[in-house]
T-cell receptor, first 115, second 112 residues
Framework: AQTVTQSQPEMSVQEAETVTLSCTYD???????LFWYKQPPSRQMILVIRQEAYKQQNATENRFSVNFQKAAKSFSLKISDSQLGDAAMYFCAYRALDSNYQLIWGAGTKLIIKP | NAGVTQTPKFQVLKTGQSMTLQCAQDMNHEYMSWYRQDPGMGLRLIHYSVGAGITDQGEVPNGYNVSRSTTEDFPLRLLSAAPSQTSVYFC???????????FGDGTRLSIL
């Protein structure tokens, strides 16, 4: 069975600096999708970035980028120029390419931004 | 564009009571899911549906029922509420493939 592990329950970073959140996963599949979601105190779940496993190029979305290491089954999220609004829980999620398309979630990392 | 709408946002129940959490989406998505979120844990899948009339169990289905009579609606029923079901519940929908899930705002449910 697939699993997703986020080994950092909490991270803190100074405003304007860069922080990297870790995510590893276990799967025997060769094709799949990976996602990072953000959950601010408002409780909404917001998509940050996604990566298709067949793409070698790392996905980027403005200040957010990933380091996707397929052989190592690692999918870390880098946030550049951290802002106070980035403070939230961040969840990593895996989706297999089967007919059900369900997500498997990590336990989350709480990101604290220090002003 | 409403997206995924969950009602109610908050609910307090007594042990043994039953209730239905409502979820509706207006994006014509085939795939819908119910999750629960507990402190220190990721989202855990309760039930999901891959289309109208088709549902299946997720990781933690005990104590919950679902049905999918239309593409738009996917209600979650608590049959006999227990304190262990105190949680935040999220409904989500998506198109499949690499498309992300769209989430409702969640329901905070407390069972006394």
């Amino acid at each position: 069975a697939q699993t997703v592990t986020q080994s950092q329950p909490e991270m803190s970073v100074q405003e304007a600096e860069t922080v990297t959140l870790s995510c590893t996963y276990d799967t025997s599949e060769s094709d799949y999708y990976l996602f990072w979601y953000k959950q601010p105190p408002s409780r909404q779940m917001i998509l940050v970035i996604r990566q298709e496993a067949y793409k070698q190029q790392n996905a980027t979305e403005n200040r957010f980028s990933v380091n996707f290491q397929k052989a190592a089954k690692s999918f870390s999220l880098k946030i550049s120029d951290s802002q106070l609004g980035d403070a939230a829980m961040y969840f990593c999620a895996y989706r297999a390419l089967d007919s059900n398309y369900q997500l498997i979630w990590g336990a989350g990392t709480k990101l604290i931004i220090k002003p | 564009n409403a997206g995924v709408t969950q009602t109610p946002k908050f609910q307090v129940l007594k042990t043994g009571q039953s209730m239905t959490l409502q979820c509706a989406q207006d994006m014509n998505h085939e795939y819908m899911s119910w999750y629960r979120q507990d402190p220190g844990m990721g989202l855990r899948l309760i039930h999901y549906s891959v289309g109208a009339g088709i549902t299946d169990q997720g990781e933690v289905p005990n104590g919950y029922n679902v049905s999918r009579s239309t593409t738009e609606d996917f209600p979650l029923r608590l049959l006999s509420a227990a304190p262990s079901q105190t949680s935040v519940y999220f409904c989500a929908s998506h198109e499949g493939g690499n498309q992300p899930q769209h989430f409702g705002d969640g329901t905070r449910l407390s069972i006394l």
